[in-house]
Each structure stands twice: as structure tokens, then as C-alpha cells.
């Protein structure tokens, strides 16, 4: 509904699994970003990448992989992950300069680690 | 640094009366602000923002908000509030001076619309 789009929307895995996420804006844009929202707390940054390079890394724990193979897609792969990372995922995408710019959000993936 | 403080966390108002989601912000710069909203299950979309141009900023569905500079303020305002405008409104700050890393969010205004 936005230009960006992300699979699945509902994910649920055990500590030991391994899963990706997927996200893929249709915008033209050149930033994307990872974000992690968990009730009663802020939407953390994750990750960001210009121009499919990573710019920012916001101490995010190593279980947590990010890739961008090209301007319009971005991943997140996820292994031995703990309960606390439950949460919702988003994925958004920005024309850089990234202050000058709203960023589009996808509608998130929902993360339950059992 | 900057930092953006969403003074309340939930907001109830009848259908009908006004809205009014205050947002105080804090940045060394010149700064972006920026109203999101989220309705349950879904992604963040932008309400509007503004970006050093008129203070006072027209959103979408009938939304506005006026930068102060001399109270660090930023709030959003609706004249007449309907069912479908309860979601969660997250306040935003950039800083345009450049470089990444430089969004900070707000905790969010949870708004309640009562028929």
C-alpha cells in the first residue's frame, strides 16, 4: 500500500532456527532501514544502508544479519535468537539525503521467538 | 543530539471535538519534524512534515501542526476528531545537517476515539 513491501507478516520460530525476512521497496528509493518496535519502548533503529552500503549498524547483537544485495531489496536474517527479540519488524525506505526526507514504512513482520 | 519527548502517551477524545497531540523537541540544528501515524497491524505512514518552509504544516485527512521555535514545539492538531483517526501518532526530528543515523522518534501517543 505503500511501495514497500515485507514478508512474511508473521513469523514465528524457535531459538534455534533460522529464518529471513524480506523486504522490498518499489519507490526508487536509495536508503533502506531496519527497525524494531517492542511494546512500551521506542522504535530502535537496526541497521541502515545508502546506495546498498551500510552505513549504520546501531550496536545490533550479531544473531541479527542484515543484507541488501541491491538498492530495492533488504533482509534480515535471523538465527539463535532469544524471546526478548520478539517484536514487530519494519523495514522502511528514504530518497538520501535521509534528513530531509520521509521515510516510507512497510507494514512489518511480527516476530514471535518461542 | 536531539531528542523528541511526546508528552502524552494515550489521548481519549469524543468524535466530534478537537485533537491535540503534543510533541516538544530538542536539536542543535535546524531541524526536519515529521508526524507519523500507525493504525494496529501496520506499517508507520507519514501525516506530514515539515522542513523549514511555512510553520504552519496541512496533512493529510485533515491534520495540521505548527513549528514553534520559541517553545521547541511541535503539535498536531485536527479540529474534529473521527472514529477511523484512532492509531498510535509518533512524533519525529531529523537533523538535515547531514548524515546518517540522525531520526529520533518519539515513544507515541496512543489516541482514542469514543462514539
Known amino acids: 500500500e505503500t511501495g514497500v513491501t515485507q514478508t512474511p507478516r508473521h513469523l514465528v520460530m524457535g531459538m534455534t532456527n533460522k529464518k529471513s525476512l524480506k523486504c522490498e521497496q518499489h519507490?526508487?528509493?536509495?536508503?533502506m532501514y531496519w527497525y524494531k518496535q517492542s511494546a512500551k519502548k521506542p522504535l530502535e533503529l537496526m541497521f541502515v544502508y545508502n546506495f546498498k552500503e551500510q552505513t549504520e549498524n546501531n550496536s545490533v547483537p550479531s544473531r541479527f544479519s542484515p543484507e541488501c544485495p541491491n538498492s530495492s531489496h533488504l533482509f534480515l536474517h535471523l538465527h539463535t535468537l532469544q524471546p526478548e527479540d520478539s517484536a514487530l519488524y519494519l523495514c522502511a525506505s528514504s530518497q538520501p539525503p535521509q534528513g530531509e526526507g520521509e521515510q516510507y514504512f512497510g507494514p512489518g513482520t511480527r516476530l514471535t521467538v518461542t | 543530539a536531539q531528542s523528541v519527548t511526546q508528552l502524552d502517551s494515550h489521548v481519549s477524545v469524543s468524535e466530534g471535538t478537537p485533537v491535540l497531540l503534543r510533541c516538544n523537541y530538542s536539536s542543535s540544528y535546524s531541524p526536519s519534524l515529521f508526524w507519523y501515524v500507525q493504525h494496529p497491524n501496520k506499517g508507520l505512514q507519514l501525516l506530514l512534515k515539515y522542513t523549514s518552509a511555512a510553520t504552519l504544516v496541512k496533512g493529510i485527512n485533515g491534520f495540521e501542526a505548527e513549528f514553534k521555535k520559541s517553545e521547541t514545539s511541535f503539535h498536531l492538531t485536527k479540529p474534529s476528531a473521527h472514529m477511523s483517526d484512532a492509531a498510535e501518532y509518533f512524533c519525529?526530528?531529523?537533523?538535515?545537517?547531514?548524515?546518517?543515523?540522525?531520526?529520533?522518534f518519539g515513544t507515541g501517543t496512543k489516541l482514542q476515539v469514543i462514539p
Open positions: 519525529v526530528v531529523s537533523d538535515p545537517s547531514g548524515g546518517y543515523q540522525k531520526v529520533t
Open positions: 519507490l526508487g528509493h536509495n536508503a
